[in-house]
């Protein structure tokens, strides 16, 4: 599973560790990636998606119909 939200498009950010003598190494921050399960009533049927916790909160909000929309809007497969 890749670390990309279908939704938002949120993906990992790359800086550096400091340490104390200031020293830098690479890093990754990755965001809180779910895969959940909604009932798509428009389809009648399930569909699988990898979204962000935000992203879970916006589809509360605008409902999954919507969430859908702009996904495929974005170029995903749904």
């Given at each position: 599973?890749?670390?990309?939200?279908?939704?938002?498009?949120?993906?990992?950010?790359?800086?550096?560790?400091?340490s104390?003598?200031?020293?830098?190494?690479?890093?990754?921050?990755?965001?809180?990636?779910?895969?959940?399960?909604?009932?798509?009533?428009?389809?009648?049927?399930?569909?699988?998606?990898?979204?962000?916790?935000?992203?879970?909160?916006?589809?509360?909000k605008?409902?999954?119909?919507?969430?859908?929309?702009?996904?495929?809007?974005?170029?995903?497969?749904?």
């Open positions: 599973m890749s670390a990309h939200c279908q939704l938002t498009g949120v993906k990992p950010v790359f800086g550096n560790y400091v104390h003598s200031h020293r830098r190494t690479r890093r990754r921050w990755n965001p809180n990636i779910q895969q959940r399960r909604y009932w798509l009533p428009s389809e009648d049927r399930f569909v699988k998606l990898t979204v962000s916790t935000r992203a879970i909160k916006t589809i509360d605008i409902g999954v119909e919507a969430a859908v929309v702009r996904i495929r809007a974005r170029g995903e497969r749904v």
